[in-house]
């Protein structure tokens, strides 16, 4: 056996360890959370495995009451209201200025993108009581839009550094024969520079969406106590409360709020890797 297929096989393992310590958590959640309230509290979900097959020991109970005592289904449809909007926003705003500001030629747009980068190093937590002062004087603190606006104004300069590194890796000569042909500003970034930065688009989509899906802190901010507009991840953190003893109840809730991240991940992999090392290689 060669060096190389040594090499190959010891990387082999350690990815394979290292995939099953981080699905470990997962699993014990699901196993948890189908599991009744008695084995929960007499025993540890690693017993379920010497008898997988038994499937007398499991039960959906813990789902159903998430779902049906504590309005989870309403709380999806505000997570999925939240998050949809609050990534096509950032998304869409910053696919314009990141393009505008790596093809187009105008003074001081180094200054502007350098601002822009430069908000990435300011805590969130700065700016949540001059904000919520100004959500509070429009009287639209509590609502979707607040947690539209902030979660817009948080993702964009994340999202305008992405994409202007892929803009930019774009060769020149391509956006100027199509200048050449006649097309217009707009022709050419609709037809010819968002096709090309799929990658980088789908990656960027997924890391808005799980952050918007996955947040607590703006939502609860922004949101307060209004119950009719609070996402999943708030009714979890009231489900701590109210059922601090019964965490079999939380593990299904938990659950439950990873699924919808797991399918965006999966259905967009492909493009993540590509959209990562976007801009890395210049021309």
């Known amino acids: 056996m060669n060096d190389n297929k040594l090499a190959k096989i010891i990387i082999n393992v350690l990815l394979l360890t ?20 008695s084995e929960v509290s ?12 038994k499937f007398t020991q499991f039960t959906l109970d813990n789902y159903q009451k998430v779902l049906n005592v504590n309005n989870m289904d309403i709380a999806f449809r505000n997570s999925f209201i939240i998050a949809i909007v609050a990534t ?7 696919s314009f200025a990141a393009f505008g500001l790596a093809k187009l030629r105008f003074r001081g747009r180094m200054v ?42 948080y993702g964009m300069p994340f999202a305008v550094f992405m994409l202007y590194n892929f803009f930019s890796s774009l060769p020149d000569d391509l956006f100027e024969a199509a200048y050449i042909d006649g097309a ?17 688009l789908a990656s960027l989509i997924i890391f808005q969406f799980l952050w918007t899906w996955n947040d607590l802190l703006v939502a609860l901010i922004y949101l307060g106590g209004t119950q009719d507009v609070a996402p999943v991840t708030i009714r ?48």
């Open 18 to 37: 290292i995939m099953f310590i981080w699905i470990l958590p997962t699993l014990g959640l699901l196993i948890t959370s189908v599991r009744p309230a």
């Open 42 to 53: 007499s025993s540890g979900w690693w017993t379920v495995l010497n008898s997988p097959l």
């Open 88 to 94: 096509i926003l950032p998304v869409g705003i910053a």
């Open 112 to 153: 502007i993108y350098g601002i822009i980068v430069g908000l990435l190093v300011i805590p969130l937590q700065m700016t949540f009581i001059p904000i919520l002062r100004i959500f509070n004087t429009l009287n639209i603190n509590g609502t979707f839009l607040a947690v539209w606006i902030a979660h817009t104004g």
């Open 184 to 200: 217009s500003m707009w022709t050419v970034y609709y037809k010819l520079a968002l096709p090309l930065s799929v990658p980088a």
């Open 236 to 283: 979890l953190a009231n489900m701590v409360g109210s059922y601090g003893q019964n965490w079999h109840v939380l593990t299904a809730g938990a659950f439950i709020s990873i699924v919808v991240p797991l399918i965006m991940f999966f259905s967009l992999q492909r493009y993540f890797v590509k959209g990562i090392l976007a801009g890395s290689v210049k021309g």
